[in-house]
């Protein structure tokens, strides 16, 4: 059985990055395997964060990107929102692989596997994997493949789901300036909170993406019609082509994979919790965790997930909290977030979405929401926990 320092189970986001940042630092020299069951030539998803405009590893790659954001709220609240440090950036899937890639190609101790990954096992030889292209093990293996738990009862579980369109347009119709990060002028009806988004690519182009959070998935047609109601009544574009289109489901839950402090299988990306609960954004998330991931391993020879404190446990608790207030509807969504963009500055308000506001930004930021919706959803998520 062939033996490696590392294996990547999962060449997508985590693992990728995980690899890329292996790959700046020595442990360039460790042999390392990446397996994934899909080539990674598609552009098969958008991604879009707010980073400060310091330099960062994929400048090259980013798309477009924006210092401001139009936000369309409940009772007619809208307003064209100003990042101050931030900037809202967009790369696509198919650059992100691309680059990542060559990046990878350029090092001889680093090998792809084209094959599905069946099982993942600690041992105390290290990381063992199943393939169908073989058996494998390492030192350690890091794992994004394998599915976190979603039925977990004493958690919150929510979906994030949506479908997009790439369309183009006769006439100028998208403010190629100014990005909508959010838009609640559509009907709430039916399952979940809903809104759309509009990212231009320049006036005559743009991806329109339809979101909803919810517990179970709409059916295919209805994300199609509510598309095409909100390109015709809200954005008021009645001629246009498709050319790209995107679905998918990202969880939204507080549901973390239970590691042993000595396993030899780490959970990464969505498999290990990278994505931010309350939100479901995860680039940003990704890119910190696995840096956090190689930084250990420099220092200590091994990676351990994060330590919990007492500040990360409230953190954790206050994106439960708002998934609990969702899930059983005691407040409306949309009034949630137009609350939390209009009673906020903007770059304040994404910092605490990233985790990294002061414990006085946040209760400051919490105290925007409904209080006594989310006192009984706080009340009820610990209630459930313990
Ligand atoms: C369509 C879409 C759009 C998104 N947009 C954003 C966004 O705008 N901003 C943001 O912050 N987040 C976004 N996300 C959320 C998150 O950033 C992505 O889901 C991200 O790709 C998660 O990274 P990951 O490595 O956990 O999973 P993935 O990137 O999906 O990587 C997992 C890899 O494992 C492989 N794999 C799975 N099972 C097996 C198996 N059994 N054997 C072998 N290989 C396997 C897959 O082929 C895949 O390449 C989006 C998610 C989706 C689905």
């Not at 954790?316 to 407040?331: A, F, K």
């Amino acid at each position: 059985m062939k033996r490696y320092d590392y294996i990547i189970a999962g060449g997508g986001l985590a693992g990728l990055s995980l690899a890329y940042y292996m790959n700046q630092s020595v442990l360039r020299n460790k042999q390392i395997l990446i397996l994934d069951r899909d080539e990674k030539n598609k552009n098969d998803r958008t991604w879009c964060f707010w980073e400060t405009d310091r330099e960062s590893p994929f400048d090259p790659i980013v798309f477009r990107k924006w210092p401001e954001v139009y936000f369309y709220g409940s009772g007619g609240f809208e307003k064209k929102l100003d990042l101050g440090n931030y900037a809202y950036k967009w790369i696509r899937g198919i650059d992100f692989y691309n680059f990542v890639k060559t990046d990878l190609a350029a090092n001889p101790n680093i090998t792809f596997l084209q094959t599905n990954v069946g099982r993942l096992t600690s041992t105390a030889d290290g990381g063992f994997v199943i393939t169908e292209a073989g058996q494998f093990i390492a030192d350690y293996v890091f794992d994004s493949v394998t599915s976190l738990r979603l039925d977990n009862k004493k958690r919150e579980n929510m979906l994030q789901h949506f479908k997009g369109w790439e369309i183009s347009t006769p006439q100028p119709s998208f403010d190629p300036d100014v990005p909508i990060m959010m838009d609640y002028r559509i009907a709430q009806t039916g399952l979940g909170v809903r809104f759309s988004y509009v990212l231009p690519v320049d006036e005559k182009r743009a991806f329109v993406e339809y979101t909803v959070f919810s517990d179970k998935l709409l059916e295919p047609a209805e994300y199609d019609r509510e598309l095409h109601t909100y390109i015709r009544d809200v954005l008021n574009i009645q001629d246009f082509e498709i050319h790209h289109e995107e679905f998918g489901v990202i969880p939204m839950t507080d549901e973390l994979p239970e590691t042993p402090r000595d396993s030899r299988v780490i959970r990464i990306g969505t498999s290990g919790g990278y994505v931010k609960a309350s939100s479901g954004y995860a680039f940003k998330r990704t890119q910190w965790l696995t840096q956090e991931l190689v930084s250990q391993i420099l220092t200590t020879g091994e990676p351990s997930p994060p330590k919990a404190t007492l500040h990360s446990w409230f953190k954790r608790l206050m994106d439960s909290t708002l998934l609990n207030v969702l899930l059983r509807e005691r407040h409306s969504g949309e009034v949630i977030f137009t609350h939390l963009y209009k009673k906020n500055l903007t770059p304040k308000l994404l910092t605490f979405m990233d985790g990294k506001a002061s414990f006085a930004d946040e209760l400051r930021i919490m105290s925007t929401v409904p209080l006594w919706a989310f006192t009984k959803g706080m009340v009820d998520t610990l209630i459930k926990r313990f």
